[in-house]
């Protein structure tokens, strides 16, 4: 019963290097999203997909871009990476629709930026 | 725009002690209401929600919250804590209209010392 996985879970970049953060649901559901976790700050949300072939920026999109490639996967592209965005990564996700659904979270990857 | 207030940043409380986690909202629409938990390494996991109804909802594992409109509150306690009740928790908002975006507080830690 895998839910959401993350991958990576942990990496470390150097200014100025991209990459991919991966996130594959397994429970069918139609809305996905993004987080970044800072101490003090709670999750703030940084792009999110309410369904399959749509994406929206949420309250800190800069510096960021996402695909959804299918209904099971979305990832979070960083083109070149800063160390304001060293922080933990959450991807979750919700069946979509009522916003009485919970989300349903990874285990988050740990990214750092030197 | 919503936004949510944790008052307390950490909670240190001794075993089997009551506590009372607090939490504040502000929106100028209707939202529901949602209690996630961090365990270390982990990600979020739902706690227990408002959606309508009886203002105070129950979670499997003891804890409760009330849901005070008139003060904008949705505090979360708990009258006798566990070890295993140590870790990060989140209050979240999410308006009842449109795709569901959660705005998260800043975070409270709870620490349960024997």
């Known amino acids: 019963n895998a839910g959401v996985t993350q991958t990576p879970k942990f990496q470390v970049l150097k200014t100025g290097q991209s990459m991919t953060l991966q996130c594959a649901q397994d429970?069918?559901?139609?809305?996905m999203y993004w987080y970044r976790q800072d101490p003090g700050m709670g999750l703030r949300l940084i792009y999110y997909?309410?369904?399959?072939?749509?994406?929206d920026k949420g309250e800190v999109p800069n510096g960021y871009n996402v695909s959804r490639l299918n209904k099971r996967e979305f990832s979070l592209r960083l083109e070149s990476a800063a160390p304001s965005q060293t922080s933990v990564y959450f991807c979750?996700?919700?069946?979509?629709?009522?916003?009485?659904?919970?989300?349903?979270f990874g285990d988050g990857t740990r990214l750092s930026i030197l | 725009a919503q936004s949510v207030t944790q008052l307390d940043s950490q909670v240190p409380v001794f075993e089997e002690a009551p506590v009372e986690l607090r939490c504040n909202y502000s929106?100028?629409?209707?939202?529901?209401l949602f209690w996630y938990v961090q365990y270390p390494n982990q990600g979020l996991q739902l706690l227990l929600k408002?959606?309508?109804?009886?203002?105070l909802v129950e979670s499997i594992n003891g804890f409760e919250a009330e849901f005070n409109k008139s003060q904008t509150s949705f505090h979360l306690r708990k009258p006798s804590v566990h070890i295993s009740d140590t870790a990060e928790y989140f209050c979240?908002?999410?308006?009842?209209?449109?795709?569901?975006?959660?705005?998260f507080g800043q975070g409270t830690r709870l620490t349960i010392n024997p």
């Open positions: 979750a996700s919700t069946p979509g629709g009522a916003g009485n659904q919970p989300q349903h």
């Open positions: 429970m069918n559901h139609n809305s």
């Open positions: 997909s309410a369904s399959e072939g749509t994406t």
């Open positions: 929106s100028s629409v209707s939202v529901y």
């Open positions: 408002y959606l309508s109804g009886s203002t």
């Open positions: 979240a908002v999410s308006t009842i209209q449109g795709a569901q975006k959660l705005v």
